[in-house]
């Protein structure tokens, strides 16, 4: 019998081996959700798993990690094997948790930025800023000229320290140039009710916290808080637009996965992930919670929290905040 050369016997091999790569993937794929079922982040990855489920053709399986400021659930993924079947649907709140580590030495047990990687951005969660219709100020120049004359009088709150309503706050105080009080609360929801209460007079919550109290005339909507006005409410204006420059919140979401998924993975998620987003269907279904579809690559994505982050230790630095 004739001698096979082993050259062949490598391409026969390579050969045959190439569908067992190219099967990604061929099991369930699992979204972790930091936070609890219910909320913005968690309704956003139900709208979004069954459209992405059909372009992959595996189950998509959204688990819900809650617990310790996302801490938990961040850490279930970072701890998976990085083969594509375990990811994160990371928000904002991450880049607010890579500047708190950094400002106040807090140990967690994981580093974001290096054992994470951006898959795909996702979507824009708009902020804005609000005060009860029976507040006098109608924009933003009479609010900061208000703020400025009655010193220390104004109250704003949020769902608790740390939490981007709570540094959107301080950062409109640093920006402006006046001096507000901050409530902290157990949820946006308590605060809210406050604010429909006049007991505090501004919030800067997620736009799709804020839409039924503008829609109903409850509540004065002054700006936005990201770059660009948002689609959901085209009527109101930016910070920027407003008068005060160099704001910007920019509530998102975006998959990651832990760093050693292979790119190959990376790329199939992505451009299934991005094919998903300009779905119609799957943009009115987000539009409908106040969630604006952003597809957009890894890179845009791993660029969004490195300047968020920037931003955040810069403002945490300079007031130097007492997070306890």
Request: no cysteine; hydrophobic share 45%; charged share 15%.
């Amino acid at each position: 019998m004739k001698k096979i050369p082993l050259v062949l016997l490598l391409s026969a091999l390579v050969i045959l081996t190439r569908p067992l790569y190219a099967a990604y993937p061929d099991r369930p794929i699992h979204i972790v959700v930091p936070f609890a079922p219910g909320g913005a982040t968690d309704l956003a990855a139900r709208i979004i798993a069954p459209a992405l489920q059909a372009r992959l053709g595996q189950p998509v399986v959204i688990d819900n990690k809650a617990g310790a400021g996302a801490t938990i659930g961040t850490a279930a993924v970072v701890t998976s094997p990085p083969d594509g079947y375990t990811l994160l649907l990371g928000s904002a709140a991450n880049a607010i948790g890579n500047a708190i580590s950094n400002y106040s030495q807090k140990k967690l047990p994981y580093v974001f930025e290096r054992d994470f990687v951006g898959v795909a951005l996702v979507a824009e969660v708009p902020g804005v800023l609000i005060v009860p219709s029976s507040f006098s100020v109608q924009n933003l120049a009479q609010l900061i000229a208000y703020a400025k004359t009655h010193p220390g009088e104004l109250s704003y709150g949020s769902p608790g320290f740390g939490t981007s309503v709570h540094l959107a706050g301080e950062l409109f105080e640093s920006l402006a140039g006046v001096q507000l009080v901050h409530i902290p609360y157990k949820g946006a929801s308590p605060a809210m009710t406050d604010l429909l209460g006049q007991r505090i007079q501004l919030m800067f919550p997620a736009l799709s916290v804020a839409q039924p109290y503008i829609e109903s005339g409850k509540v004065r909507a002054l700006a936005v808080t990201t770059r660009q006005r948002s689609s959901l409410a085209p009527n109101v204006p930016t910070m920027q637009e407003a008068g005060l420059s160099g704001y910007e919140v920019s509530g998102w979401l975006g998959i990651f996965a832990p760093k050693a998924v292979s790119p190959e993975n990376l790329l199939k998620l992505e451009k299934a992930i991005t094919a998903t987003l300009k779905d119609p269907q799957v943009r009115q279904s987000l539009a409908k919670i106040s969630i604006e579809a952003m597809p957009g690559s890894a890179l845009v994505l791993n660029e969004k929290l490195d300047s968020d982050t920037e931003r955040w230790n810069k403002l945490l630095k300079n007031k130097k905040l007492d997070l306890q």
